[in-house]
């Protein structure tokens, strides 16, 4: 959970207008004050919700993808000759399977935003936060690591 509350802190920033929350995807140096902290609440619960099923789709559509171009790929037979095709028919499977899901949830996620803020309410931000690079750490050492385990994984001989 502190992971997603994160994630969700994210969208919300302090101006010298007051409380803003800036939704992802939405124009830049653009938010909207935030009237009360119930209304925070209510948009907190809301970017939950919302980042839970984004990670859901894409997650659970790697998954059958993977599931899917495996059996497909095996069933033509030599996968192993076949890098370019077994990519090329994974990347087909996982574009259909999590690209109509993740449609229809950006979809309904812009038709839902204009219920938690009103135009009158958007206010200009100021310049971007410097944050601490954390999460490009943390990808660079999970990159590292696995790097590190397929080196070994290669170079092992039985």
Do not use: Q
Not at 32 to 42: G, I, M, R
Not at 47 to 73: E, N, T
Not at 98 to 113: D, N, T
Not at 143 to 155: D, E, H, P, R, W
Request: include cysteine.
């Amino acid at each position: 959970m502190a992971l997603l509350d994160s994630i969700v802190n994210a969208s919300f920033r302090t101006e010298p207008v007051g409380r803003v929350v800036v939704f992802s995807g939405d124009r830049r140096h653009r938010g909207y004050l935030v009237k009360s902290p119930a209304d925070e609440l209510k948009i907190r619960s809301f970017l939950k919700m919302f980042f839970c099923a984004h990670v859901s789709i894409l997650v659970l559509g790697m998954l059958v993808a993977s599931g899917w171009s495996h059996d497909l790929v095996n069933a033509l037979g030599r996968p192993a000759l076949h890098l370019p095709r077994t990519t090329a028919i994974f990347l087909g499977i996982y574009s259909v399977v999590v690209g109509i899901p993740y449609f229809l949830l950006w979809h309904s996620y812009k038709k839902a935003l204009v219920t938690f803020v009103s135009p009158e309410d958007e206010v200009l931000l100021s310049a971007r936060p410097v944050r601490p690079p954390y999460l490009l750490v943390a990808a660079g050492l999970i990159i590292l690591g696995l790097a590190t385990l397929l080196v070994v994984a290669v170079s092992h001989k039985p």
